[in-house]
């Protein structure tokens, strides 16, 4: 299943402290795999619930027995957090979602935690560095992506460090990182939709190379309306798109949101 098991301990140490479990805490951890990181956060956390996709493993845990553990064997792209949490009102709006990713399914489950992000404060993954620093990057770095905006709208977001590929078994190809994810109370600015927000960036990326406005021309956007717009918001006609920061992303789309007729559905 592409699945790296982290064997360095003095790693593990440092992603826990990073995690930082607690007695009044619930944690639900992705791919628990052999239990290197469940075991020690079901000692510290109130709950641990860990979801793991290949029947062997969770047969495994589950026959360790140990407190504080439920086991979940399931597909952690099909599971409902939100019907999951809804019986676990004990620990309301203390959740963390934390694990070690599988490289395969590391971009669909952050969009899910974007969709749901209202049930996790937060957030702790080891995943690709590459993933990592596309959630962390700032505007002008080649990292700079919708990931980047979505992500630091709603999260204050850390790198908090560099995990080689010898910390695993069997190694990986490429660096991994460990991403720290925490909730804002409020969104650092708010956008008139969110679904048409997502689709006015993923236009605004599909070419990097090309200059933003023929990017947004080519999908749902008039040219005369784009061109209303880079006036009224004093954008460059010259800009591409990993230049605007997302304060200038998120006036430029609420000025096309209120303008449009409905077409850019």
Excluded: W
């Amino acid at each position: 299943m592409g699945q790296h098991f982290l064997i360095n301990r003095g790693v593990l140490q440092k992603i826990i402290r990073t995690i930082s479990p607690r007695a009044d805490e619930l944690i639900i951890e992705i791919g628990p795999g052999k239990g290197a990181l469940t075991i020690p956060l079901a000692q510290e956390a109130g709950k641990v619930i860990a979801i793991e996709k290949d029947k062997n493993l969770a047969a495994n845990l589950k026959c360790m027995r140990i407190p504080h553990l439920i086991v979940v064997e399931n597909d952690v792209l099909k599971v409902d957090f939100r019907k999951m949490l809804g019986q676990e009102k004990t620990f309301e709006n203390r959740v963390k979602l934390v694990g070690n990713l599988p490289y395969s399914i590391s971009t669909p489950l952050l969009f899910r935690v974007l969709e749901d992000k209202d049930l996790f404060p937060v957030a702790v993954f080891l995943v690709q560095k590459e993933v990592a620093e596309r959630v962390c990057a700032e505007p002008g770095s080649k990292r700079y992506a919708p990931l980047s905006i979505l992500f630091q709208r709603s999260f204050i977001v850390r790198l908090h460090f560099v995990v080689s590929p010898g910390s695993f078994s069997p190694p990986p190809k490429v660096e991994s990182a460990v991403l720290y994810l925490r909730r804002r109370p409020d969104p650092l600015f708010e956008v008139g939709n969110e679904a048409r927000f997502q689709k006015l960036l993923r236009a605004a990326f599909a070419h990097r190379r090309k200059l933003l406005i023929k990017n947004l021309e080519i999908g749902p956007y008039s040219p005369s309306r784009l061109a209303e717009a880079y006036e009224k918001l004093a954008l460059r006609r010259m800009a591409r798109p990993e230049e605007l920061t997302i304060a200038q992303f998120v006036g430029l789309f609420n000025f096309l949101l209120a303008e449009e007729d409905g077409s850019i559905d």
